[in-house]
T-cell receptor
């Protein structure tokens, strides 16, 4: 079983729509959760972090965490073509240097 | 400019060559990491250094040899690599490794091709 699972996509949404990206993880002891955006040929860039159950909003981005369901999601409101990228979910346990990444979901925002 | 600089950006090497990847961070961080990113696979953690001490070796083959002379510099020495080692090698840094809220900042990576 993969430790962090994401649908590889591509997830295609029209410009202006809400894009919903999902991630599940296997380690119940996981404490911190991150979303990275990676444009083609570029390095991952941190866009959101979340540590407690509920929602966390930052501009057009909202991260949602449900530890009971071992589920974390990223919502992108008013999607723009410039949001087209691969979104990586990353999870860290409570006593580890390891940040475990999912394979990423490719998002395509159609003009 | 992310504050983490990697050189070279691209590297092509034969299986008998010896080469080194270099990473430098200008963020005042104390932890540095090497990750491997292969096509269609998750980022794989290779090594972690915290305050110049290696704290994680994720079962990496000995043909990859890391070196961390100080908290700002990290090297990955390569020798007798295999074609399956071709990948994007990413360096990252964080304030202090091992705390749960650590945020990683990545360099631009070295795209390695082993012929």
């Amino acid at each position: 079983q993969k430790e962090v699972e994401q649908n590889s996509g591509p997830l295609s949404v029209p410009e202006g729509a809400i894009a919903s990206l999902n991630c599940t993880y296997s380690d119940r002891g996981s404490q911190s959760f991150f979303w990275y955006r990676q444009y083609s040929g570029k390095s991952p860039e941190l866009i959101m972090s979340i540590y407690s159950n509920g929602d966390k909003e930052d501009g057009r981005f909202t991260a949602q965490l449900n530890k009971a369901s071992q589920y974390v999601s990223l919502l992108i409101r008013d999607s723009q073509p410039s949001d087209s990228a691969t979104y990586l979910c990353a999870v860290r346990g409570d006593s580890s240097y390891k940040l475990i990444f999912g394979s990423g979901t490719r998002l395509l925002v159609r003009p | 400019e992310t504050g983490v600089t990697q050189t070279p950006r691209h590297l092509v090497m034969g299986m008998t060559n010896k080469k080194s990847l270099k990473c430098e961070q200008h963020l005042g961080h104390n932890a540095m990491y090497w990750y491997k990113q292969s096509a269609k696979k998750p980022l794989e953690l290779m090594f972690v250094y915290n305050f110049k001490e290696q704290t994680e070796n994720n079962s990496v083959p000995s043909r990859f040899s890391p070196e961390c002379p100080n908290s700002s510099h990290l090297f990955l020495h390569l020798h007798t690599l295999q074609p399956e080692d071709s990948a994007l090698y990413l360096c990252a840094s964080s304030q202090e490794g091992g705390t749960t809220n650590e945020k990683l900042f990545f360099g631009s990576g070295t795209q390695l091709s082993v012929l």
